[in-house]
């Protein structure tokens, strides 16, 4: 990828180029934004632009033998960890590179603008959520360990990095804080608030703005106004107040519903992760005390019948079943479980 086959983003190009031209390269760096804004391809290009033999104007050549080995993602020292769960195939010790394969077809099909909805899609595991576990964060400080296979940068690419797990970030603190020379953590992050401040602190970030995270943010905050409303009554299970808003919820069309549910999935997921170390999730309720204490309430012992009564509904959903008994099934065994925490 060079800079110039992305989209606008001019002045975040120059700053990606400006860096390296000054000598400057943070051993951690991240581009925050969406991937559908191009945050993953100025990712890469700033990477290729790095390793290119013949720079120039700014940008990579395009022609030398490394950067056509980074255009077609099989640079031997560029690594990457992603988001993964479980599959069909592998289900057992699994971490980021048993999937590779996918994930370079992925990037290479949608020119690395390709959404995480979009790659669980690819992969097969849309009704799951992945998330980037200590498995992956081990490979991340061996690969980084070993010998550069080119004499030039060792790079390991971490895409979603606020999809890592608190032991994964844990595991990474130390390779942040005391990195091998020679080797660079590119973090791309959609939104930093999910990211350990400690984490946060160590690397340095290029923030990508544009309509993909618009467009993302306007469809959340309906979610989030749909999805705080109905958690507050799954606690007080007021049947009229609950069955009003379980109304609301089916009146979104099937498309919707499937999103809509895969959102409360996400958001769960999120809070099993952040909940345990005291951190709050931006849960959209635009009230602190609701989004430092709902996480709490999703613990070990309740997330997986939490995944479990999503994952049912998401079913239900695609089976036409219907949609207002589905989503009351679903409230009932989500006010259950949150009482199981
Ligand atoms: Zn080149």
Known sequence: MQFKDIEGQQDVKKRLAEIIDSGRVSHAQMVLGATADGALQLALAYLQYLCCENRHDGDSCGECPSCKKMASLMHPDLHFVFPNAATAKVDKNFWSGDFMPEFREFLLQRNARGTLDEWYAHLGIENKQGMIRESDAAHIVSDLALKSYEGGWKMMVVWMAEKMNPAAANKLLKTLEEPTPGTIIMMVCESDERLLPTIRSRVQTITVRGEGAKAKNETDAAFAELLVAWLRLLFKLKMKELSAQVDKMAALNREQQKQFLGYTLGVMRDCFLHGAAGLPVDIGSGDQKFDTMFPTM?????????EQALD?????????????????????SMSRALKKR
């Open 298 to 306: 999703v613990t070990v012992n309740n997330v997986e019948m939490i």
């Open 312 to 332: 049912e509904a998401i079913m239900a959903v695609e089976r036409n079943a219907n949609a207002k008994i589905a989503l009351m099934q679903l409230s009932f």
